[in-house]
């Protein structure tokens, strides 16, 4: 069963696990098709999270919510925040991060930040805003607040920015890191998860949702010498 942050009328936000992708373009299995027949469908996924990535996704039940979350986004009233664990600190530890994404050339499944005035395939405009929460052993928790939605935006960003993410081997980001004291800690995954939501509930009020910090995730933390995040 997958877990449920609401069930309405309208809306549906779910706890998406690692190792289960949002959507699968051949029927395969995936979250939407899982909660389809847990709840009933169909569903339309308004935000998408890689497979390796954990938290709050949402789903329109109606075409009335498609439309409502469709405004809220053109109105810059969707809300997401992320926490992501870098394996580097950003400076400034507060900013915003706006290079352009593209289909990277050597790889098709993957994405590049773009320098300024560069040509790319499906070159979209990107935005994030950051801000670094707490650090440990060098690694940064960053709450990651995207602007845009272009695939693996954060994960691109993050790695242009100097700061992949734990575990996304990818994008540059290290699977294990050796401690001062000779430990060996593992990320076994991209660390990444959807924390906070709001947005409008499509009946003319507002969610607002949070999921907890995943096991592995804070248990990684935890072994860097970090406070409960």
């Known amino acids: 069963m997958i877990a449920l942050a609401h069930l309405g009328r309208h809306l549906v936000v779910a706890h998406k696990p690692s190792g289960l992708a949002t959507t699968s373009p051949d029927g395969?299995?995936?979250?939407?098709?899982?909660?389809?027949?847990?709840?009933?469908?169909?569903?339309?996924p308004t935000s998408r999270l890689d497979a390796e990535v954990t938290g709050l996704?949402?789903?329109?039940r109606t075409k009335h919510a498609i439309a409502v979350l469709?405004?809220?986004?053109?109105?810059?009233?969707?809300?997401?925040?992320?926490l992501g664990?870098?394996?580097?600190?950003?400076?400034?530890?507060?900013g915003e991060w706006g290079w352009t994404i593209a289909i990277d050339p050597r790889e098709p499944r993957l994405r590049v930040a773009l320098e300024p005035g560069?040509?790319?395939?499906?070159?979209?405009?990107?935005?994030t805003r950051y801000a670094v929460r707490a650090s440990a052993a060098g690694v940064a928790a960053l709450a990651?607040?995207?602007i845009t939605g272009r695939t693996h935006q954060l994960r691109v960003h993050a790695a242009r920015a100097g700061a992949p993410l734990l575990g996304d081997v990818r994008y540059g980001g290290p699977r294990r890191l050796v401690l001062d004291d000779g430990r060996v800690v593992r990320a076994p995954r991209?660390?990444?998860?959807c924390r906070r939501l709001t947005i409008p509930d499509a009946e003319g009020g507002a969610l607002e949702?949070?999921?907890?910090?995943?096991?592995?995730?804070?248990?990684?933390?935890?072994s860097l010498g970090g406070e409960p995040l």
């Open 190 to 193: 991209v660390m990444l998860h």
């Open 70 to 82: 469709k405004d809220a986004r053109a109105r810059g009233a969707y809300h997401r925040e992320y």
């Open 57 to 60: 996704v949402t789903f329109a």
């Open 144 to 146: 990651l607040f995207p």
């Open 28 to 44: 395969g299995d995936s979250l939407t098709r899982r909660l389809e027949a847990q709840i009933g469908g169909p569903l339309h």
């Open 85 to 94: 664990l870098a394996s580097a600190t950003p400076a400034p530890l507060e």
């Open 118 to 127: 560069a040509r790319g395939a499906r070159a979209q405009a990107a935005c």
């Open 209 to 222: 949702l949070e999921a907890p910090v995943p096991d592995d995730l804070a248990s990684l933390w935890s």
